[in-house]
C-alpha cells in the first residue's frame, strides 16, 4: 500500500477502537447484585424466614419467579436471533416446548409407580393400552439422558429446520409465516395420542425430580436459584457472542447481507449458529420452566405463546439482550396479575401497553436507559 | 481459441496445450492464474429476463492492471455483467473465466468475493449499524470461517492497516461514527474503502462518482490511477468527465454486446457509437 499512502499527506495515525468489556460498569453491578440476591438472598426468605415475615417468599411467588425468569431467557434467547440477527421468529414456543417435553419425559418416569394405574408405564401409556416403553421413551429415565436431550432435541430440530431455511434463502415475513407453521404442525402433532407424548394433556402430576418431592419448598428453590444462573449465563454468553466479531458479522448480515456475501462471508453459518444457540437456549428455559410449573402440553407450541414471546423482546427493547428481560418480567408479571384481578381487561391491558410503547418508547424499556447515539 | 483453459488447477496444466501457459509453474488452489495477461474472461455470456435479453453473447476480456471504463446507455445490460461476474446472477450461456483457471459459473457470491473480486454497488451499501472502523475491520482480507471469527482479536498490524485505509478514503475524522449517520458521498467512499480492505485482485465499481462533491470525485480518480498496474478494476460510469480523465480503454455495452472497443477518442469518433450512446 505504499503507493497509496503515498497520496496521503498526513502521516496515518492509529485510531484503534477501544474493547469495552461485556457488559458497562453499571451493567456489571446489576448482573452481580442480581445473582447476589438469587443466590443468597432468596433462599433466606424462602427457607429461613418465618411464614408469617413481611420478607417470606411463598411457594407462589417463587414460582411466579421462576416462570417469569424462564420467560427471560427464552426473551433473550429469541432476541438473539431477531435483535441482532434480523430473523424474526414467530415459532420460538416450539424449542420451549421441546426442551419441556423432554424435562417432562424423565419427571413423567420419576413418577414411578405412584401414578393413579400404579404401572411402570406413565398413566397415559396405560390409558392408551400400551404394553411397553416406545423406542423413544428408552433413557428417559436417566437424568444425564434427559440433560443430553434437553439441549440436543431443540438444537437439531433447529439446526434442520435453519439449514434448510437459510440455505434456500428464505427471508423477512416468509421466514416468518415458515416458522409459525412449523410450530403448529408440531403442536398438531404432538395432539395426538398416538405420538406418545400424552396427546391433549400432555405431562403433569410429576412427583419428584432427582428423588426429591418436586412440591417441597427446598426443591422449589433450588429450582429457582438454578433458573436465575441460567438466566444470568444465558445473557452473559449471549452478551459475548454479539460482542465478537462473529456478532458483528451477524448484525452486518442482518443489515446488508448482499453486501456481507460481496465481502466473502458466507452468511448461511453464521446465521445457522445463532439460531441453533438461540433453540437451545430457549429449550433450557423450557426445561426449567416445566418442573417449577408442574405441567407442560401441546398449548405451548401454540402460535399465541411463541408472539408473545416476540411481545416481551418488543416491549423490553430489541437488540439489547437485557431489555428483553424486563420485557418479560413487565408482561408476564402484568399478566398473572390482571387474570387474576380483572380477567376480562388482561388484553385491553395488554393492548394499551403495546401500544403505549410504541408511541412513546419505540425502543422499548431498554430505550429508556440508553445513552445518546455515539 | 483452441484449447479451453482448464478448470482444474493443477499440475497436469501442461496438458490442457496450447502456448507456454502450463510449463514450468505450478498453480495452487484459489490462486489467480494470470499467465495470458487476461485476468477476467467472458465468452458469450447470454442472460434473459422473462424473454428480455439483458446480455446478448457478451464476450470481453480485461488484461491483469488493467483500468477499464465501460459505458453504456440505461439497459446496455452493464449491472447485469456485474451480477454475472460476481455470481449474483447465473448466465443461460457462456463462460466466465478469473484468471486461465478458476472458473466463476461455479462459485457462488462469497466464494468469487473470498477469490479476489470485489464489488461496489450502485447504490452505496456498507453496514450502516456498524461504525466505519468496524465497517473496514469486517472487511479485511482474513479468515472467513465463523468458528474463527468467535475468537477473533484485531491484532496491531490489522488496526494499521485500517488506519491506512481510513486515510485513503479519507474518513479518519469518521471512523468512529456510525456509517448509517455518513453523507451520500462519505458512504461511497466507504464502500471503496471496504473494497481495498478485501485487497482483491479485480475491482468492479458501479456508478462510484454518482453524488459525490467535485474533489471527492478528484480524489477518486487519483486512487484509480494509482491502483492501476496493481489492481485490475472495472468502471461502470455514466459520468464522461470522469471518464475522461482514468480513462485507457473503454468499452461500450449496447443491447447487452459489446459495440465498441478502444481508446475513449476512438470509441467518440466511432459511428455506431454516436449514433446510440452519445446521441445524435
Known sequence: ?????????????????????????TGWAVLAAATAVNCVLVPLAALALPADSPF??????????????????????????????????????????????????????????????????PDFMVFLDWKSLPWFWQG??????????????PGVVAFVFGWFAFRSRVKGVYLSIITQAFTYAAM???????????????????????????????????LFVLTGIALAAGLVACRAIVRSKLGRVVSAIRDAETRVRFTGYDPLPYKLFVWTVSAVLCGIAGALYVPQVGIINPSEMAPAQSIEMVIWVAMGGRGTLAGPVAGAAIVSGAKSYFTAAFPE???FFLGALFVAVTLFLPRGVAGLFARRER | MSALPSTRPASDAGAAGSGFAGYGHVLHEGEVDVSHRVILYLDGVSVSFDGFRALNDLS????DGELRCVIGPNGAGKTTMMDVITGRTRPDEGRVFFGQTIDLLRMNESAIARGGIGRKFQKPTVFEQHTVWENLELALKGDRRWWRSLSWRTTLDEARRID???????????????????????????????LLAQEPRLLLL???????????????ADLLVALEGRQSIVVVEHDMAFVARIAKRVTVLHEGGVLAEGTLDEVRANEAVVEVYLGR
Not at chain 1, 92 to 108: I, P, R, S
Not at chain 1, 201 to 219: M, Q, V, W, Y
Not at chain 2, 164 to 189: C, N, S, Y
Open chain 1, 56 to 121: 417470606a417468599l411463598s411457594a407462589y411467588w417463587l414460582t411466579l419467579g421462576g416462570r417469569i425468569m424462564c420467560y427471560a431467557l427464552a426473551a433473550v434467547a429469541l432476541d438473539l436471533v431477531w435483535g441482532y440477527c434480523g430473523v424474526l421468529s414467530l415459532g420460538h414456543g416450539l424449542y420451549f416446548a421441546l426442551g419441556g417435553y423432554a424435562m417432562g419425559m424423565y419427571l413423567m418416569r420419576q413418577i414411578g409407580r405412584d401414578g393413579v394405574y400404579g404401572s411402570d408405564l
Open chain 1, 188 to 222: 398438531l402433532l404432538f395432539f395426538r395420542n398416538d405420538t406418545g407424548f400424552g396427546g391433549n394433556n400432555g405431562f403433569t402430576d410429576f412427583k419428584r425430580i432427582l428423588g426429591f418431592p418436586i412440591a417441597a419448598i427446598e426443591t422449589r428453590v433450588v
Open chain 1, 345 to 347: 381487561f388482561w388484553l
Open chain 1, 1 to 25: 500500500m505504499n503507493a497509496l499512502a503515498d497520496l496521503v499527506a498526513a502521516p496515518t495515525r492509529l485510531v484503534a477502537p477501544p474493547r469495552p468489556s461485556l457488559f458497562s460498569r
Open chain 2, 206 to 220: 458501479d456508478e462510484p462518482v454518482a453524488g459525490m462533491t467535485d474533489e471527492e470525485t478528484e480524489r477518486l
Open chain 1, 140 to 153: 428417559s429415565d436417566s437424568f444425564l439422558w434427559a440433560l443430553a436431550m434437553i439441549v440436543l432435541v
Open chain 2, 60 to 63: 470481453l476480456a480485461i488484461d
Open chain 2, 164 to 194: 491506512e485505509l481510513l486515510a485513503t478514503v479519507q474518513l479518519e475524522d469518521e471512523a468512529h461514527r456510525t456509517a448509517g449517520m455518513l453523507a451520500h458521498g462519505q458512504k461511497q467512499r466507504l464502500e471503496i474503502g471496504i
